[in-house]
């Protein structure tokens, strides 16, 4: 099994994207890897020892590969929290800011049932906009969010500081000082 370490040695820098001056930590280099993404899911599962939820909650999109198949691991019901218009049914919505601009994020209304306790899973936290719009999404869905788990924190960024602030436990696998 590859250690936190060697998986963040899989994961690539792209300079200037999606706008310039950011510096795109890409984790496609990670999934292309045999066996990353089981071992990413392993310390991730191990991270979340500590959290009791009886549902995951991914953010699109990277997030539904790391909490699709934790959810499926523990079968667990999973929540995806998208980008707007992708869901079929009754949404609620958010809207957040991040480094480089605003975004909006959906989930089905009525997802689980009202005091289902929730892990929200994404790849990556940076400012924290799009953890804490699914925070409140689940909230106003009468859910409890158990913790969230990613597999990078950029810390430079704060986004795990604005979780805390909030009330919600995170565990990370990768830290990231600066850009």
């Known amino acids: 099994m590859l250690s936190v370490e060697e998986l963040g040695d899989h994961i690539r820098n792209i300079p ?5 001056g950011v510096i795109f930590k ?8 045999p066996g990353a993404l089981n071992d990413t ?11 009791e939820y009886d549902a995951i909650a991914a953010i699109e999109s990277r997030g539904f590969i ?6 499926a691991k ?18 609620v919505s958010e809207e957040y800011s ?3 601009g605003t975004n909006t994020v959906e989930m089905h209304k009525n997802s ?9 899973v994404d790849d990556l936290i940076a400012t924290g906009g799009s953890a804490m719009a699914a925070v409140s999404l689940l909230r106003r869905d009468s859910c409890i969010v158990a913790g969230a788990a990613f597999v990078v924190d950029l810390l430079f960024l704060g986004g795990g500081n604005k979780l805390r602030k909030n009330g919600i436990s995170y565990v990370k696998l990768i830290e990231v000082d600066s850009e």
Not at 78 to 90: E, N, Q
């Open 41 to 51: 899911v392993r310390h991730l599962e191990k991270a979340c020892e500590g959290f």
């Open 26 to 33: 890409d984790i496609t280099t990670l999934l292309t890897h």
């Open 16 to 20: 200037d994207f999606p706008i310039e």
């Open 74 to 91: 523990k079968d667990l019901p999973l929540v995806l929290i998208r980008k707007p218009g992708k869901l079929p049914g009754c949404t």
């Open 112 to 120: 689980l049932p009202a005091g289902s306790r929730v892990l929200i």
């Open 66 to 71: 790391f909490g699709s198949v934790m959810a």
């Open 98 to 100: 991040l480094e480089y």
